[in-house]
C-alpha cells in the first residue's frame, strides 16, 4: 500500500524525517510515536501537501510527487486539527466535499447518507457543525475521509480529545473500516496502548526515524515474563531470595520486583523449573501469573537498546 | 406457503445492508472546479445557506438597483425625456460605495473562510489541484461582482429600450458598458482576493479592502481635481490608474469609446494601453501572491 525509501524531511531547523524506509500493506497500521515524531510530516508527504527533502515514496504503488493527483483521488485523508466550518451541518459539508473528490452529485448525496449513518450521526447532521462536540466533530472528519470509498485511508490523532468512551468508540469504527469496509488505513497515535487494540500491523517511529515495524501479534508474543510470588508454611526466611537463588542456580534470567519474582520465560521448561522448584523447598504458591509484553516494553527496550532518550524527542 | 405482507409494514422496515463500495463513475478536475465555482457564486448572495447570509448580500444587490429603477420610472412616465439621464458606463463609479462593501464583505465569506477553519486542508488532499482551488474561488467572486454590477445596467437598458429610444446605440453603449463592468470585477476580485488570503480575521480583511478602495479613489480624485485645475491634463488622466474605479474608467473609454467619469480619461491610444497592461498586471500579480500564499498554507 504504502512503501518509502531514504525519505528525508527537513525544516529549517528540524529533521522531521531522517532517512525513513518503510512498508505499509493492507489492513490496519499503526503508526505510533511520540509529539513531533514525524508521524503527521509524512502523511502529508504521501499526500503531496509537502515536497519530501530527499527520498522517494509511493502510495498504491503511485509514485509521490509525480502522480499526487490520482493519488489523493483514491486515499482519504482525516486531519489532526480541527477543520470543520461552523456554518454548515454535517449533510453539506459531505455532500460538497464528496463532489469535490469527483462523485456526480446524486452519488454524492446516497454516499454522505450512507456514510453519516455508518460513523453514527442519525438526525444532528442537518445542525451546523458548529454545535457539535468533539467527539461528532471527529465522525464528521472521518466521515468525510471515507465518503468517497477510498482504498486507503490517514487518520491522524482520530482519538485525539475524547473521552475514553469516545475513543472506545472511534477505535471500534476504525476497526470496521478495516474488516467490514475493507479500507487500509494508517492510523497514527501518541498512546501506543490504543493502536495495540485494532491494527494488524505497527511502525513505531522515532525523531524521524524507524523504530521497529513488525506484526501486532509479534510484538505482543506469548513469551513473556512470568511472575511468582511465593510464602513459606513453615516460617522460613525470605522464601523470596531462596526461590530466587534456586531459579537462577538452573540458569533463568530472574528478577525481584518487591515481593514477586519476574522470570524470563524462555521456553515450556521454565513452568516445570517453577513448579518443581516451589514443590522442592516446601513452599506454597501464592501467584503465578504469564504477563505479556505490551507495545510500550518493546519501545522503552528498543529505545534504550538504540540509545535514544526517553520522553519527548522534540 | 404465500405470505401476503402488508404494504404498510413493509415499508417502515430498516434494513442494515452494511457498508457499500462505491463502484460508479468518478469525475474529473472541470466537474471539481465546476462544483466549487457554482457553490462559491451562490455563497455570494447567500444562496443555499442560512438567511442571515442572504441579508447583506441581498441589501447590497437591491441598493444598487434602485438608481436604474428610478432612471427607468422617469423614462418611461415622462416620455420625452430625450438625452440619457446617465450613461451605462458611468454606473459603477457612481456607485463605488455599495461595490467596495459588497466586495468587502463577500471575499472573506468566500476566501478567509477557508484558511479560518483550515477547511482548505480538506480540499488539497482531494484531487483538486491548488491552482484549481484558487482560480475556482477567484472566478466566483468576480462572477458575484459582475451580477452586481451588470444586472443594473440592464434593467436600464431595458427601460431606456421601452421609452423608445434607438436599439442599435443603446445596445453598444450596453455591451462596452457591460465588458467594463466584467473587467472592474476581475481586477477588484483579485485585489480583494489577496487581501482576504492575508488574513483569518474576517473584521480586518473587510476593514482593509474597504480602506483600499475608497482611501486611493479619494486619493486619485484630489490629484486628478488639482492637477485638472491647474491644466496638467496628462498627470490628471495618469493619476487614474491608481484606483481600480478610475482604471477601469479609463479603460472603457479607450477600449469603447465612453465618456470619462473623471475629470481626464487615458491620454491618448498611449495611454490607454498602459491603463490595459497596468490592469492586467495588477490581476497577474495578485493570482502571483494568491498562489504563493496558497503553496504555504497547504503545507500545515
Known sequence: MIATRELTKNFSHVVALDSLTIDVGAGVTGLVGANGAGKSTLIKILLGLLPATSGSASVLDLQVGRQDTEIRSRVGYMPEHDCLPPDVSATELIVHLARISGLPPDAARERSADILRHVGLAEERYRPIGGYSTGMRQRVKLAQAIVHDPELVFLDEPTNGLDPLGRDDMLALIRRIGTEFGIAALVTSHLLGELERISDNIVVVDAGRLLRASSTAEFTQMTGVLTVEVQDPSGGPNPRDRLGK????????????????????EDESTYDSVRDLVAELGMGLVRLEQTRHRIEDIFIADANAQGVPDGDPA | MAIQPEPEARRSVIHDIGYRKYDGIRLGEAYTWRTLYELGVKHCYGIGRAAR??????????????????????QVIVSDVAAQVLPYSRYSIIMQLIISVFVAVQAP??????LRYRLLTLYLARPLRLDTYVYARLAALATGLFILTGLPLLVLYVGTLLSGSSPASETTDLLGALGGAAILSIVLASIAAVVSATTTRRGFAIAA??????????????????????????????????????????????????????????????GGLIFIAFAILIVLVCVGVLLWRYRKVAGR
Not at chain 1, 538452573?250 to 522470570?263: H, T
Not at chain 2, 465569506?109 to 477557508?114: E, G, V
Not at chain 2, 486611493?216 to 480624485?221: D, E, G, I, M
Open chain 2, 109 to 114: 465569506a468566500l476566501i478567509s473562510r477557508d
Open chain 2, 209 to 270: 479592502i474597504i480602506t483600499t478602495l475608497i482611501v486611493s479613489y479619494t486619493v486619485v480624485a484630489t490629484i486628478q481635481g488639482i492637477a485638472d485645475e491647474r491644466g496638467n491634463t496628462e498627470v490628471a488622466g495618469y493619476a487614474g490608474m491608481f484606483s481600480p474605479f478610475t482604471l477601469v474608467d479609463g479603460i472603457q473609454v479607450s477600449l469603447f469609446n465612453t465618456e470619462a467619469s473623471t475629470p481626464a480619461g487615458p491620454p491618448g491610444t498611449v
Open chain 2, 53 to 74: 447570509f442572504k441579508v447583506l448580500p441581498m441589501m447590497l444587490l437591491t441598493i444598487m438597483m434602485i438608481p436604474a429603477l428610478v432612471i427607468v420610472g422617469v
Open chain 1, 246 to 265: 534456586a531459579l537462577a542456580g538452573r540458569g533463568l534470567q530472574v528478577v525481584q520486583d518487591g515481593s514477586v519474582l519476574r522470570i524470563e520465560i
